[in-house]
Nanobody, 126 residues
């Protein structure tokens, strides 16, 4: 497993933007698919976006058109750029990595991911 570390969370007003970063600790992850999930207290972890190792991207319907997932191979870093943030986007955001191949829709299931970060809190005020 490759440990990953998230950064970039904080407090932002509704309508604002924020960028999260995720960097592996100690290794490159060019052969991994990398994704973002989020979770609120008492709720299940929710899929946000994924960037497969082949370069394909998938987004949840709730963030499509507002969030963008990208990767900088030179910096070995995954990003989640979030625009038009809403109070409903408030959550702890987790970066996740996997070497597993995705089947239909499996990229949105948390159990498909092998490595998780500690999470970073994003709070959107109204």
């Amino acid at each position: 497993q490759v440990p990953v570390v998230e950064s970039g969370g904080g407090l932002v007003q509704a309508g604002g933007s924020m960028q999260l970063s995720c960097a592996p600790s100690g290794r490159t992850y060019s052969s991994y698919s990398m994704g973002w999930f989020r979770q609120n207290l008492g709720k299940e972890r929710e899929f946000v976006a994924v960037l497969s190792w082949t370069g394909r991207t998938y987004y949840s319907d709730s963030v499509k058109g507002r969030f963008t997932i990208s990767r900088d191979h030179a910096k070995n870093t995954l990003y989640l750029h979030m625009n038009s943030l809403e109070p409903e986007d408030t959550a702890v955001y987790y970066c996740a990595a996997t070497t597993r191949a995705f089947s239909a829709g499996s990229f949105s299931r948390a159990q498909e991911y092998e490595t998780w970060g500690q999470g970073t809190q994003v709070t959107v005020s109204s």
